[in-house]
């Protein structure tokens, strides 16, 4: 069975090879530029883990390596942040195989956003790259030019997270079995990923026409901040579909996703789905790599999911009274500085049993 | 006595001119649709943070850019740098970005170039920015050509600007982006090298220079040029026009003079809306390809505000034309008109003025924008309130001296059951005429504010998966282009001077009439005019 479906593990190879970790974008001086180009390319044949079609696409640049580290290092950075209240605070697991050990071979909930967050944080990390001038390969999407199949200079490109979404879905979607249930589950909530991505692009208008009045306007559209993708696909995850997958038509093997009630709401493209429940997330588990709630910081006031109650699965809590640091009165400092006072606290400290 | 050949013409002949003035148009509005591409392209460019480790920072012989032979050394502004100083920021943008394995170049067919900026700015709950501040920005432009080494980028322009920057937020949080305004930066008028690279600083010369602007986390700058393809469908509707209205003038012009009286007003502004509408058809863009033109933006506004100031004139002296029921003797003149005119006059010069203080500025410095200072946006809205309060100043004029024409016509109207037969559906034919071109004018009009309108109305609801075909951008541009050049080719047409002397016409009804001439006009005429004008002057004195 397919323990990799999808792209993270890039990122935990780098993690072990000492590479980056976490992964830094500064780049190498230009001296070695051309051994670099060869070395990043050298290194999309050592990711054994990617599909050959996988490999094709990370041999189309010198800086796919690198972005494609990009794209899963947000996604982490992004994961931990949106369940840092939640059981599973999307920790990553040293020495494997798999970043986030086996909780990804359930079909659950978590597995689920972790997949759209994935890629669409592909698709983010390929679009900038694109407006940023590094990937030469970027398309300039046929849609533009449909009738008229000429140059950039007759009608100009596409927008970038076209060929974002593009790259995602090619490379992401690669490693997917579109025959097994899993794969349709997660083929499906990278979709989703990538919709909210698209969903969350702000139009931008200018005026160009006679004297600069608006008889001539021209749109484009601004890349959210990850973020906010995150949120938004954070709240399809508090949503998401319990769903099964069923034969469609009798041997045209057409196969859907329907809800697992028939009451319920069918889902629709920007939702997520999910075919399992979740394991359980309260006690640790090696073989899976979950680490449980066991001293986890907890809210004593909170009634939501990072509340005592619930985050220490009823296990009860310690509290500790601690000495609590935290920065204040920030100024910030063109161009690479925040300054900011330290204020110190005496605060209390409820650690889960 | 003569008319104009609107008069003459058969109904029948003007069916046909209608049918085939209308097939342009359709064929104008197609071409815009089918062949055209949007109007302009734009790209979206992440600028790259270089470090600029030089001792003196205004070498303008030294280039940041992130593409080629000795690309900078690039910075992330997401981690603390130490030993970094805001001296040595360097934000790059090298354009165009290359796309599909190639290295783009400008063409000179896109025409210009506008650079549209966008910063990022990370909302921190522990520092909120002001809604609004100043951010001052260092900026210089410099290009390339096909063939140079990547290195040798040669200054094109450097200038250090001020820019107003208003940011709010809707979600407070963490990582969030305030929406900030775009920026407008710069607007270079022609696009006459293969390669730019735009470098920007944001100094801290002063204590309070910059500081207010918050984390900023990116910059974005994009870039809007026209469209080489739809350039050249653009210029070859200008070739096709050209031509075209120069001919009818020339033919417009010699009718009148076969005449023995002098051009009256009426013909007079006809041909130079023709002339005006002709320097407005010239496709002097041609020289774009050849030579560095940047004033070809404010020639371009220049020329069309001619063309609009000519347009609105005649409007008004064909409504006017019209009603003169008083004074029979003498020939009218533009004095008569002064009045309504400098309501178009006035709109035209302050919109001139503003346009010259803005493009106009914008030759000698593309990073000029006069709505930065207080003194110049006061200034520039005054302009602008003025040419606005004109224009409404001028509708009313107009509408209220269509409105007379109308209430004097069916005044008169009632007069016609008491002529014979034969003149009363002269009279009907013409003021049918009249009315079928006041019809055609409202069309046109209306035509071009439905388009706009719907233009907007659709770019409103962005769409992703469009099945449609049609461009209805360009097609728009097009075809209203199109349809005010065939409105005044047709005015040209149907306005001049019919080589028919009135009651020796073919058509049947017509013919009889030669008994009836002498009735028809008693007064003496001394000039030869419009015989829609001499009917409603000598319909008054009946």
């Not at chain 1, 996604?75 to 939640?86: H, L, P, T």
């Not at chain 1, 593009?166 to 579109?178: G, L, N």
């Not at chain 2, 037969?421 to 004018?441: C, D, N, P, Q």
């Amino acid at each position: 069975m397919n323990m990799f479906p999808n792209y993270f593990v890039i990122h935990c190879l780098f993690c072990s090879r000492n590479l980056a970790a976490p992964v830094k974008t500064t780049q190498s001086s230009n001296t070695s530029l051309e051994t670099y180009s060869t070395l990043q390319k050298e290194s999309c044949h050592r990711l054994d883990f990617l599909v050959e079609r996988q490999k094709q696409l990370c041999m189309l640049s010198d800086k796919m390596v690198q972005v494609l580290q990009t794209g899963a290092q947000q996604a982490v950075e992004e994961c931990q942040y949106q369940f840092r209240n939640s059981r599973w605070n999307c920790s990553t697991v040293e020495n494997s195989t798999d970043i986030f050990g086996g909780v990804l071979k359930f079909k659950s909930r978590e597995s689920a956003f972790v997949h759209a967050l994935s890629a669409a944080s592909l698709a983010h990390a390929v679009a900038r790259a694109c407006s940023r001038g590094e990937l030469n390969e970027c398309s300039c999407d046929a849609r533009v030019r449909k009738r008229t199949p000429r140059h950039w200079q007759w009608g100009g490109c596409s927008e970038d997270i076209r060929y974002g979404e593009k790259f995602s879905r090619d490379f992401v979607d690669a490693k997917e079995d579109k025959e097994s249930e899993e794969g349709i589950m997660n083929l499906h909530n990278n979709e989703a990923g990538r919709r909210a991505v698209r969903g969350r692009m702000q139009r931008v208008c200018k005026c160009h026409g006679m004297s600069g009045s608006c008889s001539v306007r021209v749109c484009w559209r601004r890349l959210p901040p990850l973020r906010a993708v995150a949120d938004a696909l954070s709240t399809r995850y508090e949503g998401a579909s319990h769903v099964k997958v069923v034969e469609r038509k009798k041997g045209k093997n057409i196969r859907k996703l329907r809800p697992i009630h028939p009451d319920m709401k069918k889902p629709n493209k920007t939702d997520l789905v999910y075919l399992e429940e979740s394991p359980d997330y309260c006690e640790p588990n090696e073989e899976l790599g979950i680490l449980g709630t066991r001293s986890r910081t907890c809210n004593r006031t909170s009634a939501g999911l990072d509340g005592c109650r619930l985050l220490c699965c009823g296990r009860g809590y310690q509290t500790r009274v601690r000495d609590h640091e935290e920065k204040c009165r920030c100024r910030f400092v063109w161009c690479c500085r925040v300054h900011c006072e330290i204020c110190r606290s005496k605060r209390d400290h409820h650690v889960c049993n | 006595m003569t008319g104009t050949i609107i008069e003459n013409l058969s109904g029948r002949k003007l069916a046909v001119l209608v049918t085939l003035l209308l097939l342009c148009q359709v064929i104008c509005f197609l071409i815009g649709g089918l062949v055209a591409p949007m109007p302009a392209n734009t790209q979206t460019i992440l600028g790259t943070v270089c470090k600029d480790t030089s001792v003196m920072k205004n070498d303008t012989s030294k280039w940041f850019y992130n593409r080629g032979k000795g690309s900078c050394q690039t910075v992330d502004l997401g981690e603390t740098h130490h030993d970094l100083s805001e001296r040595d920021i360097v934000f790059a943008f090298q354009m165009p970005v290359p796309r599909e394995g190639e290295r783009f170049d400008y063409s000179r067919w896109q025409q210009n170039l506008i650079g549209v900026l966008q910063l990022d700015v990370r909302y921190h709950s522990q520092m909120e920015v002001k809604p609004r501040s100043t951010v001052t920005i260092d900026a210089r432009l410099a290009y390339r050509n096909k063939g140079d080494p990547d290195d040798e980028w040669k200054l094109y322009t450097q200038s250090i600007e001020k820019r107003n920057l208003d940011c709010d937020i809707d979600v407070k949080s963490e990582e969030y982006l305030y929406n900030c305004s775009t920026i407008p930066l710069f607007e270079l008028g022609s696009l006459y090298h293969d390669y730019y690279l735009l470098n920007i600083r944001l100094p801290v010369n002063t204590p309070d220079m910059n500081v207010h602007i918050g984390h900023l986390q990116d910059i974005w700058v994009t870039v809007i040029n026209q469209n080489g393809g739809f350039t050249k469908v653009w210029l070859s509707l200008k070739t096709a026009f050209f031509p075209c209205i120069i001919a009818i003038l020339v033919w417009f012009w010699n009718r009148i003079h076969m005449l023995e009286r002098k051009p009256v007003l009426l013909e007079k502004m006809l041909l130079s809306l023709g002339i005006s509408l002709c320097l407005l058809n010239a496709p002097i863009e041609y020289l774009t390809l050849q030579y560095d033109l940047p004033f070809m933006l404010l020639l371009g506004d220049i020329r069309q505000g001619l063309f609009y100031a000519t347009l609105f004139s005649f409007w008004l002296i064909f409504a006017g034309e019209h009603m003169l029921i008083q004074d029979t003797s003498s020939q009218s003149s533009l004095k008569q008109y002064w009045r309504h005119l400098s309501a178009v006059a006035m709109g035209c010069v302050s919109l001139f003025i503003f346009d010259m203080c803005e493009r106009g500025i914008q030759l000698r410095n593309p990073f000029y924008s006069i709505w930065v200072t207080d003194l110049g946006t006061n200034l520039a809205l005054t302009f602008i309130i003025l040419a606005g309060i004109s224009t409404g100043v001028y509708f009313l004029f107009l509408c209220y001296m269509v409105w007379k024409v109308f209430k004097n016509i069916s005044h008169k109207r009632q007069a016609l059951p008491t002529m014979c037969s034969v003149r009363r559906l002269h009279y009907e034919g013409i003021i049918y005429r009249f009315k079928f071109l006041m019809l055609a004018t409202l069309l046109c009009a209306a035509l071009t504010v439905i388009g706009f309108i719907l233009g907007q109305v659709a770019e409103g609801q962005w769409k992703w998966d469009e099945t449609i075909e049609l461009e209805y951008t360009s097609a728009f541009f097009t075809g209203v282009y199109g349809m005010w050049n065939i409105y005044i080719f047709s005015l040209l047409v149907l306005y001049a001077p019919s080589h028919k002397r009135w009651p020796v016409n073919e058509n049947t009804s017509d013919t009889q009439n030669l008994s009836e001439e002498i009735e028809f006009s008693p007064i003496p005429e001394r000039s030869e005019i419009s015989s829609l004008t001499s009917f409603i002057r000598k319909a008054t004195i009946d």
